[in-house]
C-alpha cells in the first residue's frame, strides 16, 4: 500500500459544479496535511494546510479524518481557473525526523 | 519576500555525464527539501536538510547523487553519471521549521538525459 494515495482522476467538471477529492494516508502517526496545486509545468504552490476541525478558504474546504485516515478537498462553484493537479501532502515523524509524502496528484478539468 | 530561487532552469546532457543544481531558499527557512518529479507523477523526496544536517536521504539514490547544504543556506544537489531515467524536474523547496508549516517551491530545474 502507498504511504499516501490519491482519487485516480482525471475529474472533468462543468464551471459552477461541486467537486470533492480524497486521499488516504497508511502511517496512522501522521502529524501535519497539506493541499497543493500544479498548474501544467509548474512547481506546486500551497493551497491550504488542514486542521483537524476542518478549515475553509473562499471556495475551498479541507477536511480530515484521522479514524479513517483520510483527508479531504472540496471545490465549491468550479472555475476555469481552478483546472489544475491537486497534490495531497501528508507530513509525519519517522526515526530520522519529519517526513514529507507527496500523493501523485489528481487532475481536474473545469469545462465551459 | 523572494521565493526559492533554483538554476539552471534546463538542462539537456548526455548520459553517463554530469549536471549539478543549485538552489537559494527563503531567507531564514531551516528546512530544504530537493523533489524529483517525473512527468504524470506527484514529487518524490529525495533528501531534506534541517539547517546543514540529513534529516531524510532515503530515497536518495547515494551511488549517483549527492546533495550538500554548507552553512545551512544554499544547496547543490548532483548526479554523476545520469542514467536516461534521470530526466524529470528537480524541485527545490524550503519551509520555516519541518513541522507544521507548508513548504513553498522553486520553479525546478528541467533536466533531459539523452
Known amino acids: 500500500r502507498k504511504e499516501v494515495e490519491q482519487d485516480p482522476g482525471p475529474f472533468n467538471v462543468p464551471e459552477g459544479a461541486t467537486v470533492a477529492f480524497n486521499c488516504t494516508y497508511s502511517n496512522s502517526a501522521s502529524q501535519s496535511f497539506f493541499w497543493y496545486r500544479q498548474d501544467c509545468r509548474k512547481e506546486p504552490k500551497l493551497l491550504m494546510s488542514v486542521y483537524s476541525s476542518g478549515n475553509e478558504d473562499g471556495r475551498f474546504t479541507a477536511q480530515l479524518n484521522r479514524a479513517s485516515q483520510y483527508i479531504s478537498l472540496l471545490i465549491r462553484d468550479s472555475k476555469l481557473s481552478d483546472s489544475a493537479t491537486y497534490l495531497c501532502v501528508v507530513r509525519g515523524l519517522n526515526t530520522g525526523g519529519f517526513k514529507t509524502i507527496f500523493g501523485a496528484g489528481t487532475r481536474l478539468f473545469v469545462k465551459a | 519576500e523572494a521565493g526559492v530561487a533554483q538554476s539552471p532552469r534546463y538542462k539537456i546532457i548526455e548520459k553517463r555525464q554530469s549536471v549539478a543544481f543549485w538552489c537559494n531558499p527563503i531567507?531564514?527557512?531551516?528546512?530544504l527539501y530537493w523533489y524529483q518529479q517525473i512527468l504524470g507523477q506527484g514529487p518524490k523526496l529525495l533528501i531534506q536538510?534541517?539547517?546543514?544536517?540529513?534529516?531524510?536521504d532515503s530515497q536518495l539514490p547515494k551511488d549517483r547523487f549527492s546533495a550538500e547544504r554548507l552553512k545551512g543556506v544554499d544547496s547543490t544537489l548532483k548526479i554523476q553519471p545520469a542514467k536516461l531515467e534521470d530526466s524529470a524536474v528537480y524541485l527545490c523547496?524550503?519551509?520555516?521549521?519541518?513541522?507544521?508549516?507548508?513548504?513553498?517551491f522553486g520553479q525546478g530545474t528541467r533536466l533531459t538525459v539523452v
Open positions: 531567507s531564514g527557512h531551516a528546512t
Open positions: 536538510f534541517q539547517n546543514n544536517g540529513v534529516v531524510d
Open positions: 523547496a524550503s519551509s520555516p521549521n519541518a513541522g507544521g508549516a507548508g513548504a513553498f
